[in-house]
């Protein structure tokens, strides 16, 4: 019951830095792109950008930390999976998301 | 009107005339008594506080004494079923073992310091946790909560809202001493943190007291006793 406790605590924290971070990067593109850019333009002013960088390692953390919480619930109510074998899938799962949001990340930001 | 009665994986059709100021539990007695005497279902008080005879009415659940067919009757039927989440022993009689065994597992149980030679605790009655309390004391445990709740369906070993909502006025009695284990009882896969909102039980009520708000207190109460480490 510890863990249970514990897992809400990090997807309503999760949550939280989601709700902010979802609000920038909208705000982000919907500002950068008014007058039209190409991909290579996003680049030129991304790429090295330590701030960006460190902002988008973060959000790809709550997205590492928030959705498995979420897809472990789905998994337990809707198709009654639950014990070691949905955790072990859902570490997989975070590792996945963690690792292609962390290549995205490198590609733009590094 | 039209009355279909589930009975077992069947729906049985009577015609059961209509009066002022029917009830639904009005209209089972009717067909108990007049039509068909074979028909089980459950009742005591008739008045809206035992509990007892709670049944799904045109597909919610609802407390049959006090709802009158004037507002649940659609196109002059009506159709009756058992609650939603429980086994069902016969016709409209379901068996609610599992129901109030969870308000045990969720330390329903009050539990104080005082022997009878003492004088009464004082509790402020303007403080908050007497409102808290106040506001969800009055379940008279008739299982509606339960049966509208989804998250019931999906995890049966879930406690409900039913038992969280009596977990909650133990848990703002200043006279309970059990506070510590009552956290723990009600936090888990099959506790406060599992329910999702969805306000099925408050909408249902027919008390009109909000489990919801009781379990999302419930869950602050939990949170923060596992970041003091006291869970």
């Excluded at chain 2, 006279?175 to 999702?196: E, F, K, P, S």
Aim: with cysteine; proline share 4%; net charge positive.
């Amino acid at each position: 019951m510890r863990g249970e406790t514990r897992l809400w605590l990090a997807q309503r924290a999760s949550a939280a830095v989601l709700a902010l971070c979802v609000l920038v990067h909208l705000a982000t593109i919907v500002y950068a792109v008014r007058g039209g850019l190409s991909g290579a333009e996003i680049l030129a002013r991304t790429q090295g950008n330590a701030a960006w960088f460190a902002f988008y390692s973060l959000f790809v953390l709550a997205v590492t930390v928030h959705a498995p919480i979420g897809l472990r619930a789905v998994l337990g109510e809707w198709l009654g999976w639950r014990g070691r074998s949905r955790a072990l899938a859902l570490w997989l799962f975070a590792m996945v998301l963690y690792a292609l949001g962390m290549r995205a990340v490198l590609g733009v930001f590094a | 009107m039209k009355v279909r009665v589930k009975r077992g994986e069947a729906f049985q059709q009577f015609e059961v005339p209509r009066e002022p100021s029917q009830t639904v539990l009005d209209v089972v007695t009717h067909i108990q008594r007049h039509l068909d005497p074979t028909l089980a279902y459950r009742y005591a008080c008739r008045v809206g506080m035992c509990g007892s005879c709670a049944m799904t009415v045109n597909g919610a659940p609802r407390w049959t004494c006090r709802t009158h067919v004037d507002k649940v009757v659609r196109n002059d039927e009506l159709t009756v079923a058992p609650l939603r989440n429980l086994p069902v022993i016969r016709d409209l009689v379901t068996d609610m073992r599992g129901f109030f065994d969870k308000w045990a597992r969720a330390r329903g149980q009050f539990q104080g310091a005082r022997t009878r030679s003492e004088d009464f605790a004082r509790v402020a009655p303007q403080s908050e946790k007497r409102g808290f309390a106040d506001a969800a004391i009055e379940c008279i445990g008739c299982a509606v909560c339960y049966s509208a709740c989804d998250v019931v369906a999906w995890n049966p070993d879930y406690l409900g809202p039913a038992a969280l909502n009596r977990a909650w006025t133990l848990a703002n009695d200043e006279r309970d001493t059990q506070q510590a284990a009552r956290l723990r009882a009600v936090a888990g896969d099959a506790g406060c943190h599992a329910c999702h909102t969805h306000l099925s039980c408050t909408e249902r009520c027919p008390k009109a007291l909000s489990p919801t708000a009781g379990i999302a207190g419930l869950k602050r109460a939990v949170a923060a006793a596992a970041l003091r480490g006291e869970l």
